[in-house]
């Protein structure tokens, strides 16, 4: 079956650390590039950072570079989220999601086929 | 960062109606968007991809159009399953960027 299960979610209070992780199941996870997004109360659905399939190409929305690690172990099928110095804005669901290549007539696109359930990350005194 | 404007945030309709959802982006981006459908408690799933491409497995009564910056999603005749949330992602450059959703409800 094809799976993404994310944890780590919890509650940390401003200015700590937290990492997630997310396991992958049911396709070749090496080849794939993978995403972070999340979904707080404020900003809704938003795209964090995505890492490709080697780990030496990672992007990240300006709002968490700096704070947020993205990383993967492609051995353990895996992939993870450092993140430092949280604020309060961070809070939100944490998803998981492959990032597919769906490339027609000679143009690149890509579009997340596969999600994970979500994490609650709560960031609060 | 690209901006993307849906509209209407929610609309209500009826089993069999036709549906139409917009997405403005700020600049040009060809047609490279996606949909993704977002029922509550779960993860969004991908409907359409590459502005018109169906993904597999999603039913035929979706449709999508457009390109630059106007886009469409169409539902041709709603079913009970499609009352969710939509929302537009462009995939057009860094940070990728999604609309605000669009909530279709009864």
């Known amino acids: 079956e094809v799976q993404l299960v994310e944890s780590g979610g919890a509650l940390v209070q401003p200015g700590g650390s937290l990492r997630l992780s997310c396991g992958a199941s049911?396709?070749?996870?090496?080849?794939?590039?993978m995403t972070w997004l999340r979904q707080g109360p404020v900003k809704g659905l938003e795209w964090v950072a995505n890492?490709?399939?080697?780990?030496?190409?990672?992007n990240y929305v300006e709002s968490v570079r700096g704070r947020f690690t993205v990383s993967r172990d492609n051995a353990k099928n895996s992939l993870y989220l450092q993140m430092d110095s949280l604020r309060v804005e961070d809070t939100a669901v944490y998803y998981c999601?492959?990032?597919?290549?769906?490339?027609?007539?000679?143009?690149?696109?890509?579009?997340?086929?596969?999600w994970g359930q979500g994490t609650m990350v709560t960031v609060s005194t | 960062a690209i901006q993307m404007t849906q509209s209407p945030s929610s609309l209500s309709a009826s089993v069999g109606d036709r549906v139409t959802i917009t997405c403005r982006t700020s600049?040009?981006?060809?047609?490279?968007l996606g949909w993704y459908q977002q029922k509550p408690g779960k993860a969004p799933n991908l409907l359409i991809y590459?502005?018109?491409s169906l993904q597999s497995g999603v039913p035929s009564r979706f449709s999508g159009s457009g390109s630059g910056t106007d886009f469409t999603l169409t539902i041709s005749s709603l079913q009970p399953e499609d009352f969710a949330t939509y929302y537009c992602?462009?995939?057009?450059?860094?940070?990728?960027?999604f609309g605000q959703g669009t909530k279709v409800e009864i």
């Open positions: 999601a492959r990032d597919r290549d769906l490339s027609q007539s000679g143009n690149y696109y890509d579009a997340f086929d596969i």
């Open positions: 049911g396709f070749t996870f090496s080849s794939s590039w």
């Open positions: 890492i490709n399939q080697d780990g030496g190409v990672k």
């Open positions: 600049q040009d981006i060809r047609d490279e």
């Open positions: 590459a502005s018109s």
């Open positions: 992602l462009q995939d057009y450059n860094y940070p990728r960027t």
